[in-house]
């Protein structure tokens, strides 16, 4: 069983940086697909970033390129997400999600394990 807990939202800015993380516990994140997802309120949730399993390979959303990078810790077993410039579009509660198989995906379907979420808001 892989557990995800996300922490380091909070209020910021227009413009500034904020950085979450994904700490899992269950299983090292080497073995794991994880990706970051996003739902505001009235909007389905979308895909934000993933990093793979093995090479740590990433993908981004298109609205997030260049401002947001996923990264990872594997001796902390920690994944995170670098957010910088932040708009107030990219208000949402964020989730992290696992996979124990398989490659990255956008789809949230194939992602096993969630965490709880963390808030996210940026003022204009």
């Known amino acids: 069983q892989v557990m995800l807990v996300e922490s380091g939202g909070g209020l910021v800015q227009a413009g500034g940086s904020l950085r979450l993380s994904c700490a899992a516990s269950?299983?090292?994140?080497?073995?794991?697909?994880i990706a970051w997802f996003r739902q505001a309120v009235g909007l389905e949730r979308e895909f934000v970033a993933a990093i793979s399993w093995g090479a740590g390979i990433t993908d981004d959303a298109d609205s997030v390129k260049g401002r947001f990078t996923a990264s990872r810790d594997i001796a902390k077993n920690t994944v995170y997400l670098q957010m910088n410039n932040l708009e107030p579009e990219d208000t949402a509660v964020y989730y992290c999600?696992?996979?124990?198989?398989?490659?990255?995906?956008?789809?949230?379907?194939?992602?096993?394990?969630w965490g709880q979420g963390t808030q996210v808001t940026v003022s204009s």
């Open positions: 999600a696992a996979s124990g198989d398989g490659f990255i995906s956008r789809s949230a379907r194939i992602y096993t394990y």
């Open positions: 269950g299983r090292t994140i080497s073995t794991l697909n």
